[in-house]
């Protein structure tokens, strides 16, 4: 389990292991905290930072993005987004309860998971995040 601020310290080289253990691709759950209300409610604004995040992993769309609005009275009010991409897929939540986003993605090449957090968190303006990264055997 990996939490960090905006300060982007890391213990880890996630290059170095993803290198050594030669996975088939590695999965990074991305949780964003106090993001900015009118940002994760707007659904044009989260196709943009779905198009703008394929571009930062190099990776080809395939297909539209997914996205669904539940509107209910619960926690579980908000867009569910899902992009499918030619070796990877984007998946996440969009809580209003809480202000919080969580990402899923998984890609079969290398990606520098604190970069994608940080990406996300500022674009989403999030007070912080956590950051959990696993490498798929």
């Known amino acids: 389990l990996q939490a960090a601020d905006r ?25 964003i ?12 604004t989260i196709r943009d930072f779905v198009v703008r995040l394929c ?17 209910e009275k619960d926690k579980s009010s908000g867009f569910l987004m899902n992009q499918f991409m030619e070796t990877s897929q984007i998946s996440g939540r969009f809580a209003h309860t809480t202000n919080a986003v969580y990402l899923d993605l998984f890609s079969c090449r290398f990606f520098e998971p604190r970069k994608i957090a ?16 696993t490498l798929r055997q």
């Open 7 to 31: 300060s982007g310290t890391m213990p880890l080289s996630w290059k170095k292991e993803y290198e050594q253990s030669s996975p088939s691709g590695m999965a990074a759950a991305v949780d």
């Open 33 to 44: 905290y106090q993001c900015r209300a009118e940002l994760i409610r707007n659904a044009d």
């Open 55 to 71: 571009d930062r992993l190099d990776e080809k769309r395939s297909g539209e993005c997914q996205l669904v609005d539940f509107v």
């Open 118 to 133: 940080e990406f996300a968190t500022a674009f989403f303006d999030g007070a912080n995040y956590k950051n959990q990264v």
